[in-house]
């Protein structure tokens, strides 16, 4: 294998790891998931068009392999009362924890084509053109999801403005007395 592709490859598994936990919502999972796209990758590595994006390709043999997965096991139910997921939750410790959790729980709350191009753009920094060569679809529609799944997760998490990050009023007030 030429090495710029071996580093390209490898320069692109942490985001492909970010966005496969962001997809499956399981370290475990997502590792697999990843692991499984290298395997295919390399398998297939004849196909990659030297001069093209490798990450995109990366990220898209990801995305069809997850939604391949989910296809299978959408019909598998595991845990549907959530019975014993909520025995094994512990109560978040700080304020930053809740946050999280409370955006994870947003996010998740998106319909899959508004998160996967939120998560892609927003926090994998792919741009709105490389993402919608990821997704198979055009700039434009990649535009108006990310738009959209932002002014949904604000509504869901209850965001007017930027008064609503960080510290709350109280210990605003706190922080500027001194005390």
């Given at each position: 294998?030429?090495?710029?592709?071996?580093?390209?490859?490898?320069?692109?598994?942490?985001?492909?790891?970010?966005?496969?936990?962001?997809?499956?919502?399981?370290?475990?999972?997502?590792?697999?998931?990843?692991q499984?796209?290298?395997?295919?990758?390399?398998?297939?590595?004849?196909?990659f068009?030297?001069?093209?994006?490798?990450?995109?390709?990366?990220?898209?043999?990801?995305?069809?392999?997850?939604?391949?997965?989910?296809?299978?096991?959408?019909?598998?139910?595991?845990?549907?009362?959530?019975?014993?997921?909520?025995?094994?939750?512990?109560?978040?410790?700080?304020?930053?924890?809740?946050?999280?959790?409370?955006?994870?729980?947003?996010?998740v709350?998106?319909?899959?084509?508004?998160?996967?191009?939120?998560?892609?753009?927003?926090?994998?920094?792919?741009?709105?053109?490389?993402?919608?060569?990821?997704?198979?679809?055009?700039?434009?529609?990649?535009?108006?999801?990310?738009?959209?799944?932002?002014?949904?997760?604000?509504?869901?998490?209850?965001?007017?403005?930027?008064?609503?990050?960080?510290?709350?009023?109280q210990?605003?007030?706190?922080?500027?007395?001194?005390?």
């Amino acid at each position: 294998m030429d090495e710029s592709v071996r580093k390209a490859v490898l320069g692109a598994v942490p985001s492909l790891r970010a966005f496969a936990i962001s997809l499956c919502g399981n370290v475990d999972r997502a590792d697999d998931l990843v692991q499984e796209t290298l395997m295919r990758a390399l398998a297939n590595i004849d196909s990659f068009q030297p001069g093209t994006n490798m990450s995109a390709w990366l990220f898209t043999i990801l995305r069809n392999h997850f939604r391949s997965e989910y296809r299978k096991r959408r019909r598998e139910v595991e845990d549907s009362d959530g019975r014993y997921a909520e025995s094994m939750k512990t109560q978040p410790e700080q304020h930053g924890q809740v946050e999280f959790r409370e955006f994870r729980e947003a996010l998740v709350q998106l319909p899959a084509d508004q998160r996967e191009a939120l998560i892609l753009v927003g926090a994998s920094g792919f741009s709105y053109e490389e993402t919608a060569q990821i997704c198979g679809c055009a700039v434009g529609t990649i535009k108006s999801r990310v738009n959209r799944a932002r002014t949904r997760l604000a509504e869901l998490m209850s965001i007017g403005g930027a008064d609503d990050f960080g510290p709350d009023q109280q210990t605003r007030a706190v922080l500027a007395s001194g005390e």
